[in-house]
């Protein structure tokens, strides 16, 4: 709910506060870096409080993140740049949880069922986040209507997002941590890069962050391209967002059940193929239904990658060295993510609304190369691995337990 009442609406918010396209970019791009750099401080925090402790302590600081910002909603002061200082805060958040969260799940969840829980898990948080980003639009679309405009919309959302993170916030204090009193190793940034080269994990990150910078190059840039260029609704603008929600929410279990048949690898490397032409296909058509339908496409494919490369990323890991690895694989990311969107608010200001075209065609352009350089080594193999081809076939005629 803090996702699709709160951080979904970010962008919105700031076209609402009088941001440009380029700003709206740096809002989507620049606190993930922030996040991404904080996250190799929070990783020795957690070490010493315990990652339980931590990520308890960081669920509740977003909490007071997302009514602060309902604050600057309501009073529109001072406006954008202060939006973007509590957008920080919020990824530096987030992102710091992400280590000890994993690190925590990896001893907690048994191997043999990872994907397949990962995967169910994953239904219910897409179903709640398409609920809430519905709900948020509606408020959003009923507070037109007010005397008080977007402004009463917008607070009522973050407010909503901050009470949900705090019901949150007490659900994980009840959660127990098996390894709480295991010693482990202190991260260490050193650590990861020691073996970027020889660990299979080096091939499975450079991947990532390859496919995920290359994404950025137009991800941040769909919220001004709906709303400013194509003239959407905030009621056609939801549509689109909980379209997306809808297709991950039925399509996570399924791959999970994918994952779970041919492996986590071949799983991540069908789902990578199926996200490389999703820029270039915004090009075709700006028929509503088309959009729609393409945002279908878009869900499926990005629900198989956000459970796969986590799946992954717990197969070429370790206790010893997850949370090493996670913190270097969120800094790289973090850098990818804004190199990808400074690329494209660059390429915006040069060209104006006709370079939405050349931001879809180049960010196609390199997930593409990312996929043929890196997908065919990158992850764990299994002893007796399908051939792509098949896993491909499986998947896109949604046939996972036939052999």
């Not at 499975?204 to 709303?227: D, E, M």
Request: aromatic share 12%.
């Amino acid at each position: 709910m803090m996702v699709g009442f709160g951080e979904i609406y970010f962008s919105p918010l700031a076209l609402f506060l009088g941001a440009s396209p380029f700003q709206v970019g740096l809002l989507a791009t620049l606190p993930m870096l922030s996040g991404a750099v904080f996250q190799l401080y929070a990783t020795r925090i957690a070490h010493r409080v315990g990652d339980k402790h931590w990520v308890v302590a960081s669920a509740a600081s977003q909490a007071v993140v997302c009514l602060l910002v309902a604050a600057v909603a309501w009073t529109r002061w001072p406006g954008f740049p202060t939006l973007l200082l509590l957008a920080g805060i919020y990824w530096m958040l987030n992102l710091g949880i992400h280590a000890a969260w994993s690190s925590w799940m990896g001893r907690m969840i048994p191997v043999a069922v990872r994907g397949r829980y990962l995967g169910r898990r994953a239904m219910p948080i897409q179903l709640f986040i398409f609920l809430s980003i519905v709900a948020a639009g509606g408020l959003l679309q009923l507070s037109e209507t007010l005397p008080w405009g977007p402004a009463a919309g917008f607070t009522a959302c973050f407010a909503i997002a901050g009470l949900a993170r705090a019901g949150s916030t007490h659900f994980l204090t009840l959660q127990h941590d098996p390894g709480k009193h295991l010693e482990r190793a202190r991260p260490s940034l050193s650590g990861a890069l020691a073996g970027f080269r020889e660990q299979p994990y080096g091939r499975v990150i450079l991947l990532l962050v390859i496919v995920i910078g290359a994404t950025n190059i137009s991800a941040p840039y769909f919220v001004p391209y709906w709303l400013d260029s194509l003239r959407l609704s905030y009621g056609e603008y939801t549509a689109l967002t909980a379209t997306s929600m809808i297709a991950r929410v039925i399509a996570a279990p399924y791959w999970g059940e994918i994952a779970r048949s041919y492996g986590n690898r071949r799983a991540l490397q069908v789902a990578l193929v199926l996200i490389v032409p999703l820029a270039a296909m915004w090009m075709v058509s700006h028929h509503f239904a088309y959009m729609i339908a393409l945002q279908v496409l878009a869900g499926f494919a990005w629900a198989g990658f956000d459970l796969c490369y986590v799946l992954n990323l717990f197969d070429v890991t370790d206790d010893r060295n997850r949370a090493q690895v996670m913190s270097l694989y969120s800094l790289l990311n973090g850098s990818a993510i804004v190199l990808g969107s400074l690329l494209g608010g660059l390429i915006l200001r040069w060209t104006g609304n006709a370079g939405y075209d050349y931001l879809f065609l180049l960010s196609t352009a390199g997930r593409l190369a990312g996929v043929l350089l890196l997908a065919r080594g990158a992850g764990a193999r299994r002893a007796a691995e399908a051939p792509f081809s098949a896993v491909f076939l499986r998947v896109i005629t949604l046939r996972p337990r036939r052999a």
